[in-house]
């Protein structure tokens, strides 16, 4: 397995006990919550109790006091032991952060805390029916009203979102302004009296075991002080700083299971016998694996770029979205070719690349279309003319 360029003794004891929590907390259960689509509960505060959840928080609001790397570490060796179930990468990766970096002193001190101990579980809600990667479009409203807003919508492929009872909500307070009439209000669901309700928990391709559901609400109640940051309009502006870090992290996860494929293919290839040798030294078998290897090298030596951006402050939007669409990309071409080495065993669910061939898929979908990151790199390309 590679190295990071950052990779220190520090990082790789986190990294070892990181994996023996998932070897022996997640992994016995994944069948299981796999059936259920959903996690129990209790496994949240076990992952608190094990230091895994907001690694990369401030001390001083309950979290780890690490940075970048020590997510990264934590949420890689999750996607490279499959088992998917607890979605911690949304919660301490990315949710935590949102409320870190724009909410309030108090928000903070309430919050975090929480969500480092497992009794709040994080969720972020844009998607909604019909709208998909096209923010501007949402529909949900939160109208004024006293000392509340009122929120109306409908959201739906929220990760966490049978579980989540603290979802940062993407919601439109101005709609005549358009981008600038977005806003993110925190709904604390446990506090709410009526009007929330999730829906169904979706089946899904793969990640059966990360429950994903729909999310109601009908005149929902909250405080305008569960506004995220100081005013109005902010929501926009919020989502494209987070979402660059959100991108690395896709990205970094999809490198973990390209490595992992290639590792079960080569042990594959070494012991399976074809005319009486091993199928490993076969030509084409030697070169495809040369083909994977190649670029997962690549890949990882560009997200350790990024990774040092991101540590320094200087991850650009365009960055990131090469980092995502690349690296997803040839995550899937990666765990492609391995399932075709591993022939008909490799569409058998009882072989880890058949449950990598299902996971890794909602990856270039995940943070943004690919799509939508080559839009973001071209418009950057066109400012250099401007």
Not at 198 to 214: C, F, N, Y
Request: aromatic share 8%; proline share 3%.
């Amino acid at each position: 397995m590679r190295q990071p360029s950052w990779m220190n003794a520090e990082l790789e004891l986190l990294r070892d006990s990181a994996r023996r929590f998932y070897e022996t907390e997640l992994l016995p259960h994944e069948e299981r919550w796999g059936r259920q689509q959903v996690v129990d509960r209790e496994i949240w505060y076990k992952a608190a109790e094990a230091g895994l959840l907001c690694p990369g928080i401030n001390e001083e609001y309950g979290g780890g006091g690490g940075n970048f790397m020590h997510e990264i570490v934590i949420f890689s060796e999750q996607g490279r032991m499959l088992c998917p179930g607890l979605g911690n990468a949304l919660h301490s990766g990315i949710v935590a952060h949102y409320i870190e970096n724009f909410a309030s002193e108090a928000q903070k001190r309430e919050w975090l805390p929480k969500m480092a101990s497992g009794e709040l579980v994080g969720g972020l809600a844009m998607t909604e029916p019909g709208t998909g990667s096209d923010l501007q479009s949402i529909r949900t409203m939160a109208r004024k009203e006293g000392d509340e807003y009122v929120i109306n919508g409908a959201k739906t492929y929220i990760t966490n979102g049978s579980t989540a009872n603290l979802i940062c909500l993407v919601v439109k307070t101005n709609p005549e302004l358009g981008a600038k009439g977005i806003s993110i209000v925190v709904v604390e669901t446990d506090k709410v009296k009526e009007g929330f309700r999730r829906g169904r928990t979706l089946s899904k391709v793969g990640l059966h075991s990360q429950d994903t559901a729909e999310l109601f609400f009908e005149d929902v109640r909250v405080p305008q002080s569960n506004l995220l940051g100081p005013e109005e309009g902010q929501g926009f502006r919020q989502l494209m700083k987070e979402l660059g870090r959100e991108r690395l992290i896709t990205a970094a996860m999809s490198l973990a299971c390209m490595e992992r494929a290639i590792d079960e293919t080569l042990q594959f290839t070494s012991d399976r016998k074809v005319f009486g040798q091993p199928l490993m030294s076969m030509q084409n078998t030697r070169f495809k694996l040369a083909e994977c290897e190649t670029k997962a090298a690549f890949a990882g030596a560009f997200i350790d770029q990024c990774v040092e951006k991101l540590l320094h402050g200087r991850l650009d939007s365009a960055s990131a979205a090469m980092a995502k669409w690349w690296v997803t990309e040839a995550c899937g071409q990666v765990v492609d070719e391995c399932v075709q080495l591993h022939g008909g065993a490799g569409y058998m669910l009882e072989y880890p690349i058949a449950r990598l061939y299902q996971n890794v898929r909602i990856h270039r979908i995940l943070a943004g279309t690919n799509e939508i990151m080559k839009e973001l790199i071209a418009r950057d390309l066109e400012q250099r003319v401007h």
